[in-house]
């Protein structure tokens, strides 16, 4: 038990130790740190990284996933048939739509509830929080399950309700019409990931001193300026780490409903291009697509992660 | 006059966010009455059973292994909950214990695969765990999500804070690097873990795309893949549907209300991926 206090401080023990001993302890030393990084990184190696470098390669390759048959090499062909399908440019768009699209759920609105209810006094303040935060937690699946009951084309709660009040004449098919479609895709997302910037922003607002609120209001500054000029630089470390996760995973957050409630439909309307990367592998078996996609994908988020990070290191300031 | 400006105020707030409270609620209070509807009124806008029923979930449990899938979703919750949790403890804890050579590659192969999307790397892995003989199992739903590495680099802020004399005492005292890891470091980050565990598991239990990947049968599926299946086979069963619904969303409901600080909590330190 006692034998290795000497060499893992460096301390000299009063027994000696043989050299070639020393050797071997000294490997073990050194191997130890890389033994429990081991699980993690063998773990990422066969489950992330081998598989992206394989994706990237598949992009050059057509196959259509048929046991015993082997992707065949086809140089740039999946590349250019990618940037000249009319999907694929629908499919930019679109996720360019959904990524700025889900902001005024994911700063805006949350700005404005978290703000709204951190001067509340007792009870209320906690139970509003409570609510606003629950359709995060459920899964993507029940939320998308409810809404698509919801927006029933014929016996839908919002069908019944807008025919009742005279609004419309005719039940609407929401979830396959390209008016509606994809706005609602992004409201569902959005309506899911309320609560999420809402908890953040109280949490940082708990943190910021009441202290600064008083010297500001001695000097006669309105509710307004007082958030102007020092809630939102206050805030402003959140607010990009919240605009960085909005941009990073949009696309991923609205995957699951546009699969569940349009499956990128009406002709493509409201699809993105993990949904596309998704039909074209799955669905119409050509891997060779899906990787090109993924790959060009990866390239260009790997882009804007990069300067994201370079810029919310210059401009942010975190103290932890 | 200044104080009645404040009530004006607070009026709003509260019409405010109570707005903003039914429109998150509404449409589980929807889902919750849907499911207790009888087949008169399930087309109806009535925002009250008449004549509750329990024929909704009685359906659903003939049409669907319901129990089977709840036991499935709680199986792989439970076990992407441990592994990415003893990875990601064993990995934080290797670069907070030792000054490792790399450590920049490290993580930075950490960072980065935090930004490779399930959709991205979906073929190769569908293809392996097929290949292995794995799909329609729950290893190999579990397995290829057992790294989190947002768990890993949420973990290692918490690791890094923790006080550096206390291990430099224990490794006084001769303790075997296990031992400081087990017996010093985690009992005092107890909550930290437990937090970013309750994390872990709703998301575990809320997974979509892979799960869908590997597992078709609904005997095979963890419950949201179930329904998934049920919605789409187009059944006019929404009365059924909403009941299998509100069933799957027991479990997260219940820890909701039982860990809300917790839960909160850790929302608040680990973000969200």
């Known amino acids: ?29 050194f191997a130890k740190p890389y033994l429990y990084l081991l699980p993690t990184f063998l773990l990422l190696w066969i489950w992330m990284y081998y598989p992206l470098f394989s994706t990237f390669s598949l992009a050059f390759q057509k196959w259509g996933m048929v046991p015993g048959t082997v992707p065949s090499p086809v140089g740039f062909e999946n590349f250019v048939r990618l940037l000249t399908s009319k999907d694929f440019g629908v499919s930019i768009l679109n996720t360019v739509f959904y990524t700025v699209g889900i902001i005024p759920f994911s700063i805006i609105i949350p700005l404005i509830l978290a703000v709204a209810t951190h001067n509340m006094e007792g009870k209320m303040k906690n139970v509003y929080r409570t609510m606003f935060f629950i359709p995060l937690i459920l899964a993507p699946v029940s939320d998308g399950a409810i809404w698509r009951w919801m927006f029933h084309p014929t016996n839908g709660l919002v069908n019944t309700v807008l025919l009742d009040l005279g609004i419309i004449n005719t039940n609407i098919a929401f979830f396959s019409d390209p008016l509606f479609a994809k706005w609602l895709i992004l409201f569902i997302t959005g309506w899911k990931m309320m609560g999420f910037g809402t908890i953040l922003f109280s949490a940082a607002l708990t943190g910021i ?6 010297a500001i209001s001695l000097d006669g500054a309105s509710r307004f300026q007082q958030f102007k ?16 996760m909005s941009l990073l995973f949009s696309s991923q957050w609205t995957f699951a409903y546009i699969d569940m409630l349009t499956r990128g439909g009406p002709f493509g309307t409201s699809t993105n291009i993990y949904y596309e990367m998704y039909k074209y592998g799955f669905a119409n078996m050509d891997v060779g697509l899906s990787a090109a996609a993924a790959l060009m994908f990866f390239v260009v988020f790997g882009i804007i992660a990069f300067v994201f990070n370079l810029f919310s290191k210059k401009y942010a300031f975190y103290d932890n | ?13 509260h019409f405010i ?35 509750p029923t329990f024929q909704n979930y009685i359906y659903a449990f003939q049409e669907m292994p319901i129990l089977r899938m709840m036991l499935n979703s709680f199986v792989v919750a439970i076990l992407l909950t441990a592994l990415q949790l003893v990875t990601s403890i064993l990995t934080s804890y290797a670069l907070v214990r030792w000054q490792v050579k790399g450590a920049t590659i490290i993580y930075t192969i950490l960072s980065l695969s935090w930004l490779i999307p399930m959709q991205v790397i979906m073929i190769p892995n569908y293809v392996l765990i ?7 199992t729950l290893i190999g739903i579990v397995i290829p999500l057992s790294v989190s590495t947002f768990a890993i680099l949420s973990l290692y802020q918490s690791f890094r804070s923790f006080p550096q004399a206390l291990i430099e005492s224990a490794r006084l005292d001769g303790e075997k690097d296990f031992f400081i890891l087990v017996k010093i470091i985690l009992p005092n980050i107890k909550s930290t873990v437990a937090s970013l565990g309750i994390l872990l598991f709703i998301s575990g239990w809320n997974e979509y ?22 919605v789409n086979s187009d059944v ?30 850790s929302f608040v330190r680990y973000g969200i991926k």
């Open chain 1, 1 to 29: 038990m006692r034998n290795n206090q000497g060499n893992s401080i460096g301390i000299s023990t009063l027994e000696s130790v043989p050299s070639k001993k020393f050797t071997a302890k000294k490997l073990r030393l």
């Open chain 1, 209 to 214: 001193s009441k202290d600064y609120y008083e």
């Open chain 1, 229 to 244: 000029d020092l809630t939102l630089p206050l805030l402003s470390p959140m607010i990009l780490l919240i605009l960085m």
């Open chain 2, 1 to 13: 006059m200044k104080h009645k400006r404040f009530t004006f105020v607070t009026v709003f707030q």
């Open chain 2, 17 to 51: 966010m109570i707005v903003f409270s039914l429109l998150a609620m509404f449409p589980l209070y929807w889902m919750i009455i849907s499911s207790f509807k009888n087949e008169s009124e399930i087309f109806t806008s009535s925002l009250i059973p008449m004549v």
């Open chain 2, 130 to 136: 097929n290949q292995l003989g794995l799909n329609e």
């Open chain 2, 209 to 230: 795309l892979w799960p869908m990947l590997i597992t078709t049968e609904m005997e095979n599926s963890p419950i949201q893949i179930g329904l998934r299946s049920f």
């Open chain 2, 236 to 265: 006019n069963m929404w009365g059924s549907l909403m009941a299998a619904t509100t069933i799957s969303c027991l479990p997260i409901l219940l820890i909701y209300f039982l860990l809300r600080k917790h839960i909160i909590e």
